[in-house]
């Protein structure tokens, strides 16, 4: 199903001949779920119930944070004041028709200050409820869970957002459920020292209905007293290279422990960065400058929690990116064509873009377009209903750049890295759309 953050709706009455009505045109605003504190998502969505197209509406709607931009600014006209956004149609490109639907699809560049919300719908005028409903698919977060001695843990989470009340929460060990609870913590106890637990939880609504898993909660209880008494053998023969301008693979020999290594920390330029699990000689550490030097050390950790001493220090330089990047990871291989679509009688123009994912800099779900030197759209990865399976390797959409044949437009595209910030430009193509 598809859920939303904040969503509201309103129906208001179209005027079929002067002094009639037939129906209404309803309207709801929405933020998708799965947007995050960098980008957001969002939907207007009308449906006229009257046998005639509407060709003159204009919707509202207030945000609670960012900045608001169209997906297809060539049929639509937004005007953001402050909070409160304003979209009308241009000519007659966006028309709901007689008895049918129309989806306006806007992105939601926050400011950092949470998950952007929508509220305040109006549609010609008239408001909606401005309620907001919480998320299924939202789920539970933890927020400092941590090892309490040999034998018993401590697990904390934060409730789904999204605002539905939670009734119970239910919490897996290893796989299998272990107890329900009704407050966002809880202890565990009686469980084996030196010993890697994997625990999850779910939230269960008002309604019966459970939220997904949390991300795996990973704990490792300490070695019983007097068990383990030297923190471990440093780990030997760290080797650091670069594996683009990205990224470094570093590479180690496993340390020992009277007791047990249970994992390993990775530190770049003296600060931690990463952890890898007790069977780990080898990691990847991704998110790094390219043309630039870092420095990076190993440590073991044992099942008492010491640490040993750091490895030799290795050093590595990251390897050296097309000029006009400043460092940062671009599209590569960016294609442009252009295709035609019938839509209710009306040839609309798409281009069709393909591009190679950037890679060692993060998970990237997010792409924007700009068209002529602007930002035009913003593709998401990772939501909607089905999810759409974030690319790995190859990357492709298509973009409604309207119904005028013969029109030249310049298109570049940039992706937003894995820390959140956006990389640098793919090269600039010109296309034409068909005559």
């Not at 939303?4 to 709706?9: A, D, N, R, T």
Request: proline share 5%; aromatic share 6%; with cysteine.
């Amino acid at each position: 199903m598809a859920v939303v953050v904040g969503v509201c709706s309103v129906v208001v009455p179209v005027a079929a001949n002067a002094g009639e009505e037939e129906g209404g045109l309803s309207a709801s605003c929405r933020v998708a779920d799965q947007a995050t504190v960098w980008w957001a998502s969002g939907e207007v969505s009308l449906a006229n119930k009257v046998d005639r197209p509407v060709r003159d509406w204009t919707a509202e709607f207030d945000v609670s944070q960012g900045q608001v931009t169209l997906d297809n600014p060539w049929a639509y006209e937004l005007r953001q004041t402050g909070k409160h956004v304003t979209i009308k149609p241009i000519a007659d490109r966006a028309d709901v028709a007689a008895k049918g639907n129309r989806a306006v699809k806007v992105g939601i560049n926050p400011d950092g200050k949470g998950i952007p919300k929508i509220t305040g719908c109006k549609v010609n005028g008239a408001s909606g409820n401005g309620s907001d409903t919480g998320t299924n698919t939202a789920v539970p977060a933890d927020s400092g869970s941590f090892v309490k001695d040999d034998t018993a843990v401590h697990l904390m989470w934060k409730p789904p957002a999204g605002g539905a009340e939670v009734v119970r929460y239910e919490v897996f060990q290893n796989g299998k459920q272990l107890k329900t609870v009704k407050d966002t913590m809880t202890d565990i106890e009686r469980l084996a020292p030196a010993t890697r637990y994997t625990f999850k939880v779910r939230a269960v609504r008002a309604d019966g209905r459970t939220t997904g898993f949390s991300k795996d909660i990973v704990l490792t209880t300490l070695a019983a007293p007097g068990q383990d008494k030297a923190k471990p053998i440093i780990p030997a023969d760290l080797e650091a290279t670069a594996s683009g301008p990205y990224q470094a693979s570093l590479r180690w020999r496993a340390a020992t422990d009277d007791v047990a290594v249970t994992g390993y920390r990775i530190y770049r330029n003296g600060a931690k960065v990463q952890e890898a699990d007790a069977k780990a000689t080898s990691a990847t550490v991704s998110g790094l400058t390219a043309s630039t030097a870092y420095r990076f050390k190993v440590t073991a950790v044992d099942a008492s929690g010491k640490e040993s001493d750091p490895t030799r220090e290795a050093q590595v330089t990251t390897t050296t990116v097309p000029d006009g990047t400043g460092g940062k990871a671009a599209p590569g291989d960016f294609a442009a064509t252009t295709a035609t679509k019938q839509d209710g009688g009306v040839t609309q123009h798409y281009l069709n873009l393909a591009w190679s994912v950037p890679q060692g800099v993060g998970q990237i779900a997010a792409y924007q377009v700009y068209l002529n030197g602007k930002p035009a759209q913003t593709f998401m990865w990772g939501t909607g209903d089905p999810v759409l399976p974030v690319p790995t390797t190859k990357g492709s959409r298509e973009v409604l750049v309207g119904s005028h044949p013969g029109t030249t437009y310049t298109v570049k595209i940039r992706a937003r890295l894995g820390d959140g910030t956006w990389g640098a430009f793919s090269r600039e193509l010109t296309v034409k759309t068909g005559g």
